[in-house]
């Protein structure tokens, strides 16, 4: 099994985007259950939906391949 890197920012900071409201929040957020992170900044997490989709698109491809 695989190990789980956890990303803080230097300040100790973690944000989350939230799939609820679709925006990015603070450690005091929504439950983790409806957020994608956490991410070591606020810019990261708000990339979080573009960076999803683009690795999709990726392993889709590549099962295509296969």
């Not at 956890?6 to 409201?21: A, I």
Request: glycine letters at 8%; one cysteine or more; aromatic letters at 8%.
């Amino acid at each position: 099994m695989g190990t789980i890197h956890r990303m803080t920012s230097e300040t100790g900071e973690q944000w989350w985007f939230c799939l609820k409201h679709m925006r990015v929040e603070p450690d005091k957020g929504c439950p983790n259950k409806d957020r994608m992170g956490p991410y070591s900044s606020a810019e990261e997490a708000a990339g979080a939906l573009q960076r999803s989709a683009e690795r999709n698109r990726a392993w889709e491809e590549a099962d295509r391949d296969d």
